[in-house]
């Protein structure tokens, strides 16, 4: 087993940072953000030492941007520094991409590392979560994401250990949704609540193996693990395939209309 200890980083005040960044987007693009939040490891709660920062927001601009007849770019996306990753989606890009229940935007809302939210956001944009969220469209996200785990990364002798909780999140979401059928919750915490008994020390071993270590180490291949991640996937794809759906409570479109006229009362 290899570990690679993390390389020791200046300590920098990142929510200070990320506020910062955040405020001079603002000013730069003339837009105002609406909500940013963590968005990876941090958030699900396995981070490395040396995790980055995947920080994602939601913008929208002044009113004369919505105005024209062609529709302008409506995603910021920003080189990756060692430390930060910063990208955003437009508001009307946001709520379409809700309506469509795009499994990304709904972890974004449930992030436990909020950096910036506009008063009464996410409050006003809960309700419509579960009523949006679409059982077969969610499955067939984490069951893309499980696919490279159990088909590419995780045959070798050792494994890196990063990808083997992004197979293990995956699963569990699928999991999740094939047995619960609801909205699952973005953290790993109660995702591993589905994970078998005799598998949960293991997963306690790895948590305390990547708290220690950085990005880039690699472990024995945890057979038993990736054995459950096999079945999860095929036990999912099975779910997917037999016609798993979810009736949708109501339409959404007058709700998101009304909401998306909402958030842009203040630049009006």
Known sequence: ?????????PVAPMPARIAAALLALEAEQGIRILY?????SRAWGFPSPDSDYDVRFIYC????WYL??????DTLNFPVDDELDLAGWELRKTLRLL????????????SPIVYHEAPGVRAQLAPLLP????LKAGLHHYLGQLRRGVEEELLGEEVRLKRLFYALRSALVARWIRERQTLPPMEFAPLRELLPADLQDVANDLLAQKAASNEKTVVPRPAALVTFLTAEFAAGQAARDGGLAMARKASLHEALDALFQQLLLPVL
Request: hydrophobic fraction near 30%; proline fraction near 12%.
């Open 36 to 40: 940013a939040c963590e968005s990876g």
């Open 68 to 73: 024209r007849l062609d529709e302008g770019p």
């Open 61 to 64: 601009h002044p009113t004369a």
């Open 131 to 134: 009523p949006a969220f679409n």
């Open 1 to 9: 087993m290899e570990i690679t200890r993390p390389t020791p980083r």
């Open 99 to 110: 309506r469509s229940s795009n499994a990304a935007l709904f972890e974004w809302l449930q």
